[in-house]
């Protein structure tokens, strides 16, 4: 038998590189692709793919939470994260909801079979460039506090430095020192960029 392989990705040119690599490949049965969550869910509610390629960044859900979505409904599925982010973070939290792996879009053919052969196998596979990423030693943003994440967490859904002192019982001036305090370990000038950079590394 096949195995029947899924990809979810919003660029066309990362589907169609993909599908090129694998499409002579007499193992693997293409099955197509789904460009959002929505069209995913759709999909896999009719054909299930013995291992999905997803995307980590997706435009209407994080992929993330539709591989914890996927793996839920649909546990036999092998789910390999797939993206140009090599941040720990991502790949720890893509890998905590359940994904069998997880590849850089830079990755070659071989690393694309090994993975899939891998994740088949009920293993979990990293790519050269990610196991690297893996050694190596924490960045600062990762050390933020407990307190420092339930500030984070409350900035992300745009309260205000009385609101976050009132829901977390603290004065106005300790919230604004773990303001300033996350501003410092993310390496940004203001609450846009922090809450961008959060997001890229799923911490919100």
């Known amino acids: 038998m096949k ?15 993909i599908r090129s690599l694998l499409q002579n490949e007499k193992t693997l049965d293409w099955m197509g692709h789904a460009t959002n969550a929505e069209s995913c869910l759709s999909f896999l509610k009719l054909h299930q793919p013995d291992v999905i390629l997803m995307d980590v960044n997706l435009p209407d859900k994080s992929g993330i939470d539709l591989c914890k979505e996927v793996k839920q409904l649909y546990p036999a599925i092998a789910i390999l994260g797939l993206s140009t982010f090599n941040q720990q973070a991502v790949i720890k939290n893509m890998i905590d909801n359940g994904a069998s792996g997880y590849v850089l879009k830079n990755a070659t053919k071989e690393e694309l079979l090994e993975a899939i052969n891998s994740a088949l196998k009920g293993k979990i596979y990293y ?22 994440k339930e500030v984070l967490l409350l900035i992300a859904e ?27 370990k993310f390496d940004v000038k203001n609450t846009a960029m922090l809450i961008g950079k959060a997001t890229k590394l799923a911490l919100i």
């Open 3 to 17: 195995t029947g392989i899924f990809v979810v990705d919003d660029h066309y040119m990362v589907i169609e590189g």
């Open 127 to 148: 790519s050269f460039e990610v196991l690297n990423s893996l050694r190596k030693p924490e960045p600062n943003q990762l050390l933020i506090t407990r307190r420092e």
């Open 158 to 184: 745009g309260l205000t430095n009385a609101a976050i002192a009132e829901k977390l019982f603290i004065s106005i001036p300790t919230v604004n020192t773990h303001r300033k305090s996350l501003l410092e």
